[in-house]
């Protein structure tokens, strides 16, 4: 299986992006859908190492509240990590088994940089990070300050453009991405 990153950072656009390489007949898998499928249907072990690192305030009727996860773990870098460390292979673990016997898989997922996930070809979304911050405040109802830190956790749009195979320029609208999308698409 050929291995395809997408990634970008929060407020990026890389869903947009994903949606457009669906499009093009691509197969996209969301990390960070499986990652929420995997805490909102996990087990009571799941919730309970979430209660242990994140702390008590992050399970409201013994579900995870996801607000209160990132207020945690954006504030603390140590329950980031330590979070990141647990969630991830069970997120791995389960891309594994939707990708089985397909040839051509797109990854989608904010920390493929900082995860230095294997890949043999990676995309990467770049937008303004004003323009991201805004999105992020929009779309999921969160503080600026919140944003803020959301953003200063992950790589640097220069760090992700280092280890870039495809840039996509998402500054502007959804229909200056169809060309740059269509022009990767032929060559992958």
Do not use: Y
Not at 52 to 79: L, M, T, W, Y
Not at 118 to 146: C, S
């Amino acid at each position: 299986m050929k291995r395809i990153g997408l990634t970008g950072g929060a407020g990026s656009g890389k869903s947009i992006v994903a949606q457009l390489f669906r499009e093009q007949g691509f197969t996209v898998i969301d990390l960070d859908a499986i990652g929420r499928e995997v805490i909102e249907n996990g087990e009571q072990k799941i919730i309970e190492k979430i209660r242990e690192i994140c702390g008590p305030q992050c399970i409201v009727n013994h579900k995870v509240d996801r607000n209160a996860v990132r207020e945690s773990i954006f504030s603390n870098i140590e329950k980031r990590k330590s979070l990141e460390t647990f969630l991830h292979p069970l997120i791995w673990q389960e891309f594994e088994k939707r990708t089985q016997g397909k040839s051509k898989v797109i990854c989608e997922a904010a920390l493929l940089i900082e995860t230095k996930a294997p890949f043999d070809t990676l995309i990467v979304v770049l937008a303004p990070e004003n323009v991201r911050k805004e999105r992020l405040i929009r779309r999921d109802g969160i503080t600026a300050d919140l944003a803020q830190k959301m953003i200063q956790s992950q790589a640097s749009d220069t760090e992700r453009a280092k280890v870039a195979t495809f840039i996509v320029r998402n500054d502007s609208s959804i229909e200056s991405l169809k060309p740059q999308v269509e022009k990767i698409a032929s060559a992958l």
